[in-house]
């Protein structure tokens, strides 16, 4: 059976999200395992040469819904767009990036639409002609594998760097308008700017050595041995995002899906956890040292060398050895 697969790409300032072509990419992908068709989504106002842009993909279609409604994103104005389309055409699957956008109304269209829901997916397998996805659970312990019951579409949202976009083929497919009604009250909000929260001072990415602290630092108070290692090693210090968001750190620290993506040839994870969103951001650096007091902690995964302890007895301790080796 030809399966229908949609692809709902992000876009900001003119710009594709990096991972609206991991979206792309695993679309396409699918389609090649199970037969079938890819057409792009795109939603905004002026995106004509973004349009064009993913036209250029082998893909059935790309379907544009341009309209001032859509010319900020709001949760409620994507979901009065796609809805009715979701709920008329009943494609198999619909794939998002799983981004802060995503999670906020993804969950949403599901519910208007009556589809199902599957965040997170970090790939995909084929078991006897049944579509079975992967995704983690438990903060990323364990990896349930679930597959879909009953009929019609499935929205699918794609974690960071789970499908590369390396592989993209190349196309030259139709762009076609999507009539969407938006309604004056559908947006629910009124968007009145948008600020760029700290601006990117440290770039991290051109960083040798990498310190970096999750929330098990335990507070902004407790940074003073870890920056004393930090000056030790000649590194950056870096950050997990619960270390941003409780302002211990600034915004420009944060290493994952959301923040700066490092390869570090040395980088040292204090007191985290190891979340998916974080790997993305630093499993590329060449010696993972982790530090953490759960043996279970998915970071021992990536890590080349793991200390199961209390960081706060072992940063001073590696402070007095690199001492005491320099001396
Ligand atoms: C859309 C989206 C985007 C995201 N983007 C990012 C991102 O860019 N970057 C990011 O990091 N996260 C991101 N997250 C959040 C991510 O899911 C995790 O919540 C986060 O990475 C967890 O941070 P953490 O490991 O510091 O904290 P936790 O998961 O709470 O882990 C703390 C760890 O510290 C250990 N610990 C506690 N005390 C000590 C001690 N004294 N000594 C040693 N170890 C100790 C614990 O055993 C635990 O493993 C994102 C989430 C979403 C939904």
């Known amino acids: 059976m030809s399966r229908r697969i949609w692809a709902v790409l992000q876009h900001r300032d003119g710009k594709l999200h990096r991972m609206s072509w991991e979206a792309v990419a695993a679309a396409q992908e699918l389609a090649g395992r199970l037969g079938g068709r890819v057409e792009a989504f795109l939603l905004g106002n002026g995106i004509e040469a973004l349009a064009r842009e993913v036209a250029a993909h082998e893909l059935a279609a790309v379907r544009v819904a341009d309209d001032p409604a859509l010319a900020d994103y709001t949760p409620g104005g994507y979901v009065a767009a796609l809805a009715p389309v979701l709920r008329a055409e ?13 999670v906020e109304y993804v969950a949403r269209l599901a519910q208007a639409s009556g589809a199902g829901l599957l965040p997170e997916a970090v790939g995909f397998e084929l078991v006897d002609e049944q579509l079975i996805w992967k995704r983690p659970i438990f903060g990323g312990k364990l990896h349930a594998r679930v597959r879909a019951k009953g009929a019609g579409p499935l929205l699918v949202s794609l974690q960071s760097a789970a499908f590369s976009a390396d592989g993209l083929r190349a196309g030259a497919a139709p762009v076609q ?6 309604g004056a009250d559908d947006a629910g909000r009124e968007i009145l700017g948008v600020e760029q929260a700290g601006g990117e001072q440290v770039d ?9 602290v999750g929330r098990g630092v335990g507070g902004a108070d407790k940074m003073a041995p870890i920056e004393e290692l930090a000056a030790l090693l000649g590194a950056e210090l870096g950050a997990s995002r619960p270390v941003i968001d409780s302002g211990w750190l600034p915004r420009d620290r944060q290493i994952g899906s959301s923040g700066q993506t490092v390869a570090p040839k040395l980088y ?15 499993k590329g650096s060449s010696v993972i040292v982790a530090v953490n007091k759960d043996g279970g902690a998915p970071i021992f995964k990536v890590a080349n060398y793991g200390v199961v302890g209390d960081l706060h007895e072992v940063v001073p301790a590696l402070v007095q050895a690199i001492g005491e080796l320099r001396s």
Request: charged share 10%; aromatic share 4%; no cysteine.
């Open 268 to 282: 040292l994870a204090l007191g985290i956890s190891g979340a998916i969103q974080h790997l993305v951001g630093m």
């Open 90 to 102: 009943q494609p198999d699957l619909v794939l998002f990036p799983h981004t802060y956008q995503s």
């Open 177 to 182: 308008k999507l009539a969407v009604e938006i």
């Open 204 to 212: 991290l990415t051109k960083a040798d050595v990498i310190v970096a």
